[in-house]
């Protein structure tokens, strides 16, 4: 099993940036495909990105496309999600998840999940 903690999360202006990191404890990190969700109030959780095991793929919602970076250290255990050009409508909590076989957009198909970090983007 793995185990996942997020950090990084604030409140910020629209335009400003951030980077979330994820750290992952317990079997080994390249294990696992990695992906980035979010969640606002009243709506479902949604795919933002993913990485496969190595990072030789990513993949992105069209709505962070151009915006958001994934990437991933293996010798450090982590997962980041760099966020530029950040707009209200990202507002949410945003969670990552890790599964050993699958690194798409549907939610209910990763295996772990950490606590989740709150990103507030403000007018």
């Known amino acids: 099993q793995v185990q996942l903690v997020e950090f990084g999360g604030g409140l910020v202006q629209a335009g400003a940036s951030l980077r979330l990191s994820c750290a992952a404890s317990?079997?080994?990190?390249?294990?696992?495909?990695m992906g980035w969700f979010r969640q606002a109030p009243g709506k479902e959780r949604e795919f933002v990105a993913s990485?496969?095991?190595?990072?030789?793929?990513?993949y992105y919602a069209d709505s962070v496309k151009g915006r958001f970076t994934i990437s991933r250290d293996n010798a450090k255990n982590t997962v980041y999600l760099q966020m530029n050009s950040l707009k209200p409508e990202d507002t949410a909590v945003y969670y990552c998840?890790?599964?050993?076989?699958?690194?798409?957009?549907?939610?209910?198909?990763?295996?772990?999940w950490g606590q989740g970090t709150q990103v507030t983007v403000s007018s």
């Open positions: 998840a890790a599964d050993e076989n699958y690194y798409g957009s549907r939610y209910l198909e990763y295996g772990f």
């Open positions: 317990g079997r080994t990190f390249s294990s696992y495909a």
């Open positions: 990485i496969t095991w190595i990072g030789a793929s990513t």
